[in-house]
């Protein structure tokens, strides 16, 4: 089975829109997301803008800040405070990687936790440990979605994480254990054999390192679920290539034994989207609590 992410975050957004239509309808405001972009990294300018369609789609208010690549720490800062004290604005994205003369781990940790839709605020990675989570990481939420729409329980099942990014792996490993899995995490240090076996045990695989074939197919289980998070393209002159992308499990072998798979791209990347999107209301609609004194 194939876990098409691009057709349920189809239909996740579909709800959202209607959320958003009746959240416009009630509190006579949009539900808005701040983006924040430093530099002309081509990537991150098309990652922005399909977050700025994404809110026209669905009845979102938007702000763009796009900020030169010169920009200091003290000025990006000022930016994040400027939004911060914006009540106009529920959800303030900071578009990483930075360039590398930023600090960027104090630049999330400026940002309003309660702002924080992108779930990277230490307040909110720690309310995830705790099992009290505000914000949801949005990749680390579409894989949950996605297992659940799949009907797959990971509760009493082993699974296997590779990657240990405070972005994908540690937060995916909290809400697996959360879910009552028994979760291994492995990464690109953890020894080759060490690294196979627990590949081979897994019947839940989640993938996020970053690297093309990184795992390779023969590796996995009969019957698992393998969730792969990596986006990939392979440089043009890679034979029969082109450029394409691909992610970090080798797909053919891995499909013909798996019982079910995420493609790339198709999978979980469609999915990371939605899941902000869904932050960006639920932030709009805790401070809308808090205005009106509703629960």
């Given amino acids: 089975m194939i876990l098409d992410g691009k057709a349920l975050a189809a239909r996740l957004q579909e709800g959202l829109q209607r959320e958003s239509a009746e959240f416009l309808q009630r509190y006579g405001y949009r539900p808005t997301l701040a983006t924040v972009l430093v530099g002309d990294d081509p990537a991150s300018a098309v990652y922005v803008r399909s977050k700025g369609r994404s809110c026209e789609r669905l009845g979102f208010g938007s702000r763009h800040h796009a900020l030169a690549a010169s920009t200091s720490q003290e000025e990006l800062l000022s930016v994040v405070a400027e939004l911060n004290a914006d009540d106009a604005v529920h959800g303030i994205l900071v578009q990483m990687p930075l360039p590398p003369a930023l600090d960027s781990s ?3 940790a400026a ?3 309660r702002k924080d839709v992108d779930g990277f ?12 989570p505000r914000f949801i990481s949005c990749t680390p939420r579409g894989i949950m979605a996605l297992l659940a729409e799949s009907g797959v329980d990971p509760s009493g099942r082993r699974v296997t994480v590779v990657g240990r990014s405070a972005i994908v792996g540690l937060p995916v490993a909290l809400l697996l254990l959360h879910a009552n899995a028994t979760v291994r995490v492995v990464h690109s240090r953890t020894r080759r054999d060490d690294l196979q076996a627990a590949v081979e045990e897994a019947e839940i695989l989640v993938v996020a390192v970053g690297r093309p074939g990184f795992v390779p197919g023969e590796w996995v289980r009969e019957g698992a679920v393998v969730i ?5 393209r392979l440089p043009p002159e890679t034979e029969g290539a082109r450029g394409k992308l691909v992610g970090d499990v080798e797909f053919e072998a891995a499909a013909s034994r798996a019982a079910a798979i995420t493609p790339v791209p ?7 989207i939605s899941m902000l999107m869904r932050n960006t209301l639920d ?10 004194g509703e629960t």
Avoid at 121 to 132: E, F, S, W
Avoid at 228 to 232: C, P, R
Avoid at 266 to 272: A, E, I, L, Q
């Fill in 106 to 108: 104090q630049v999330l």
């Fill in 111 to 113: 940002i309003d936790p």
């Fill in 121 to 132: 605020h230490p307040d909110n990675v720690g309310l995830l440990a705790l099992k009290r």
């Fill in 228 to 232: 792969d998070v990596g986006i990939n």
């Fill in 266 to 272: 198709g999978g979980v990347g469609p999915m990371t």
């Fill in 283 to 292: 932030a709009a609609l805790l401070r809308a609590g808090q205005e009106t």
